[in-house]
Nanobody, 126 residues
Framework: EVQLVESGGGLVQAGGSLRLSCQVF????????VGWFRQTPGKEREAVSC????????SYPDSVKGRFTISRDNAGNMVYLQMNELQPDDTAVYYC???????????????????WGQGTQVTVSS
């Protein structure tokens, strides 16, 4: 059974930091690109980071570039998202996801990702 289990969400003041973790079970981890998405009520799920074999430095939208950093530990099947300089607009449910590695994996829309975690709430107070 495939499972992605996120942890590390919570409440933080603006300007603060959080580190999200995602433990992945049930897939050959090295065969997958991994990413983090976020979603607020009434809005589509938004990609905030992705790491693939072809782009190990990670990719980010402008809204989080320079503040968020994705990393992975292939030995432990873990994915991390370090979030710094958090702002109230970063408030959302954050999801870890995995997609079978292929060219342009990191530009695939949320609909095309294979596996998802249950989500973890991040709330940034002003």
């Amino acid at each position: 059974e495939v499972q992605l289990v996120e942890s590390g969400g919570g409440l933080v003041q603006a300007g603060g930091s959080l580190r999200l973790s995602c433990q992945v079970f049930g897939i050959t981890f090295d065969d997958y690109a991994v990413g983090w998405f976020r979603q607020t009520p009434g809005k589509e799920r938004e990609a905030v980071s992705c790491m693939s074999g072809s782009d190990p430095s990670g990719s980010y939208p402008d809204s989080v570039k320079g503040r968020f950093t994705i990393s992975r530990d292939n030995a432990g099947n873990m994915v991390y998202l370090q979030m710094n300089e958090l702002q109230p607009d970063d408030t959302a449910v954050y999801y870890c996801a995995a997609i079978f590695e292929a060219p342009l994996s990191c530009v695939a829309g949320a609909l095309y990702w294979d596996y998802w975690g249950q989500g973890t709430q991040v709330t940034v107070s002003s």
